[in-house]
C-alpha cells in the first residue's frame, strides 16, 4: 500500500527503535506502468484493487470471489491513493528516491499490471541505467 514519506518514516523510526536498529530495511513498492496514467489506473483497478481495502478487511478471505466482493465499492480513481501510477522513468525514481531516502536499505519493484514486458523493457531502457 501506497504510504507517504511521512508515513514510511515513522515505520522506519518505529522499527529502529524496537529491535531494528542497523538491521536491513526492505520496502516492496507497488506501482503500476503503463503507456498513460489512465492505462496504468485501469491495469492497477483490474488487477491489484485489493490494496484500496485495509489490510485487516483482506486477511480471512479465502474466495476470487470474496475479494471481488469486498472492492466492488472501489473506483479506478480510488487507486490514484495506494499505487503509484508510473508512465516514466522520473515518476519512478523520484518513487524510488523517497523510499530510500527514509532508510530502507533494499527497495524491489513491483509492477502490478499485465505488461510484465513492456515493464521490464522500460525498467531496461529507462529507468536501470539511471541507478547509481
Known amino acids: ?17 524496537n529491535g531494528g536498529e ?3 530495511l526492505a520496502l516492496q513498492l507497488q506501482v503500476s506502468w503503463a503507456k498513460s496514467k ?3 489506473r ?3 483497478w483490474e488487477q491489484w484493487r485489493h490494496a484500496a481495502v485495509p489490510p485487516a478487511q483482506l486477511a480471512d478471505l479465502r474466495r476470487p470471489e470474496d475479494f471481488d466482493s469486498i472492492t ?16 516514466d522513468a522520473d515518476e519512478l525514481l523520484a518513487a524510488i ?3 530510500a531516502s527514509c532508510g530502507f536499505n533494499e527497495i524491489y519493484i513491483h509492477n502490478v499490471s499485465r505488461d510484465q514486458i513492456g ?10 541505467q539511471s541507478l547509481p
Open 38 to 40: 489512465e492505462e496504468a
Open 72 to 87: 466492488s465499492n472501489v473506483a479506478p480513481a480510488d487507486i490514484d491513493d495506494v499505487i503509484h501510477l508510473v508512465i
Open 97 to 99: 528516491e523517497e523510499c
Open 22 to 24: 542497523g538491521k536491513p
Open 119 to 128: 515493464f521490464l523493457n522500460f525498467m531496461k531502457l529507462d529507468v536501470l
Open 1 to 17: 500500500m501506497r504510504k507517504s514519506k511521512a508515513e514510511l518514516s515513522e515505520l522506519v523510526q518505529l522499527y529502529q527503535e
Open 42 to 44: 485501469m491495469a492497477a
